[in-house]
């Protein structure tokens, strides 16, 4: 052992003036000595030099993620398919076999909400009426500002960021992923919100990520400014630190259910 101690001490010299960091050349040193030795020992010197970044990272906390179908243990829910009572305006909209319909009104929650992660499942009427912005329209917004279009794009030409998946009036989903109508979809969106200086004026904008049924429509999309219809968006004005989650009455029966949110501002994970 002692010549295979001495025969390793000089291979990690040898590396070292190759180059080779202090650690690694030991390692891989006393790891070749083992193996050529068929010494058990090579676990041993193996892990004695594991790489540490050193920067000190908090345990992260351990969250169930549920059934499938389900919600994450430390989730919001904001409609669990029983009632609406988390949103103003629900009283117009019906509820019945785990979901909910629009009609009449747009709904928005009671709770503000900043940067997020949602989940919503929505599916546009399975009887097939209208064209282009006619059909199965609603839609997401973030903040109360910021529309996420909900549309029957499914063989439905319609302008294309004003699609299903569209930042409406701002930019295109990166494709067409909509099932047929009267088919539950999902949307889970990333939003960060707009940040101003003390001054007001913008530092940072709004940005989603999104993805519908599992593919993604945008990347981390900078959002030009809360949703408008005939205007190009803007951050002419401040927006809050906080807003509600809304879903958009525009006359068609599009089903909700299952719709859940996270916190995720770095001052306030779940
Ligand atoms: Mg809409």
Same mark, same amino acid.
């Given at each position: 052992?002692?010549?295979?101690?001495?025969?390793?001490?000089?291979?990690?010299?040898?590396?070292?003036?190759? *180059?080779?960091?202090? $650690?690694?050349?030991?390692?891989?040193?006393?790891?070749?000595?083992?193996?050529?030795?068929?010494?058990?020992?090579?676990?041993?010197?193996?892990?004695?030099?594991?790489?540490?970044?050193?920067?000190?990272?908090?345990?992260?906390?351990?969250?169930? $993620?549920?059934?499938?179908?389900?919600?994450?243990?430390?989730?919001?829910? =904001?409609?669990?398919?029983?009632?609406?009572? /988390?949103? /103003?305006?629900?009283?117009?909209?019906?509820?019945?076999?785990?979901?909910?319909?629009?009609?009449?009104?747009?709904?928005?929650?009671?709770?503000?909400?900043?940067?997020?992660?949602?989940?919503?499942?929505?599916?546009?009427?399975?009887?097939?009426?209208?064209?282009?912005? *006619?059909?199965?329209?609603?839609?997401?917004?973030l903040m109360?500002l910021y529309?996420?279009?909900?549309?029957?794009?499914?063989?439905?030409?319609?302008?294309?960021?004003?699609?299903?998946?569209?930042?409406?009036?701002?930019?295109?989903?990166?494709?067409?992923?909509?099932? /047929?109508?009267?088919?539950?979809?999902?949307?889970?969106?990333?939003f960060q919100t707009a940040?101003? *200086?003390?001054?007001? /004026?913008?530092?940072?904008p709004a940005s989603v990520?999104?993805?519908?049924?599992?593919?993604?429509?945008?990347?981390?999309?900078a959002l030009?400014?809360?949703?408008?219809?005939?205007?190009?968006?803007?951050?002419?004005?401040?927006t809050?630190?906080?807003?509600?989650?809304? =879903?958009?009455?525009?006359?068609?029966?599009?089903?909700?259910?299952?719709?859940?949110?996270?916190?995720?501002?770095?001052?306030?994970? $779940?």
């Open positions: 052992m002692r010549l295979s101690t001495g025969v390793a001490a000089a291979m990690s010299a040898n590396l070292v003036k190759r *180059g080779w960091s202090k $650690p690694w050349a030991s390692t891989l040193a006393v790891l070749a000595v083992c193996v050529g030795a068929g010494s058990t020992c090579v676990l041993i010197a193996a892990s004695a030099h594991e790489y540490e970044s050193g920067i000190k990272w908090l345990e992260p906390k351990v969250v169930d $993620p549920g059934p499938v179908g389900g919600h994450p243990a430390d989730a919001i829910v =904001l409609f669990d398919g029983k009632d609406l009572s /988390k949103w /103003k305006g629900g009283d117009a909209w019906e509820i019945r076999d785990g979901y909910a319909v629009g009609k009449r009104n747009g709904i928005s929650t009671k709770e503000a909400f900043g940067d997020c992660q949602l989940h919503i499942e929505w599916a546009t009427p399975a009887k097939v009426e209208g064209s282009g912005q *006619g059909r199965g329209n609603s839609g997401v917004y109360g529309e996420v279009q909900i549309l029957d794009s499914y063989d439905n030409k319609t302008y294309f960021d004003g699609q299903a998946g569209a930042i409406y009036k701002q930019h295109p989903p990166m494709v067409n992923v909509c099932r /047929k109508p009267g088919e539950w979809q999902s949307y889970d969106i990333v940040r101003f *200086g003390e001054d007001h /004026k913008l530092i940072r990520t999104v993805f519908q049924n599992g593919v993604l429509l945008h990347h981390k999309q030009l400014g809360p949703t408008g219809w005939r205007i190009l968006a803007n951050y002419n004005k401040q809050p630190a906080r807003g509600p989650i809304a =879903l958009q009455d525009h006359g068609n029966a599009v089903r909700f259910r299952n719709i859940w949110i996270r916190n995720i501002a770095e001052d306030e994970k $779940p």
